[in-house]
């Protein structure tokens, strides 16, 4: 599936704010279908366990909530950070 990234950058989201933020990306019916898996381990994501939202290569990558998968998006940004 190819999500294009349109948003501004982010740096974070309250709760409130997370519907207004899927809405205006474009995922609402996916997020709400499950049919959209976290960039690290592919486990489906929801609004109760998405974590991040980032662009990458001119889409949209989605992070879980689950320990590993915020260990290795935290490595991921270092690694890009250092390109």
Do not use: Y
């Not at 950058?9 to 279908?33: C, F, K, T, V």
Request: glycine share 4%.
């Amino acid at each position: 599936m190819n999500r294009t990234a349109h948003a501004p950058p982010l740096r974070a989201i309250s709760r409130g704010s997370l519907d207004s933020l899927i809405s205006a990306l474009g995922l609402e019916p996916e997020i709400d279908e499950g049919i959209l898996g976290c960039d690290f381990c592919e486990e489906v994501v929801t609004r109760e366990t998405l974590f991040a939202v980032f662009p990458e290569d001119e889409t949209v990558k989605l992070v879980c909530n689950r320990p590993r998968c915020i260990k290795l998006f935290a490595l991921h940004i270092q690694r890009a950070r250092l390109r």
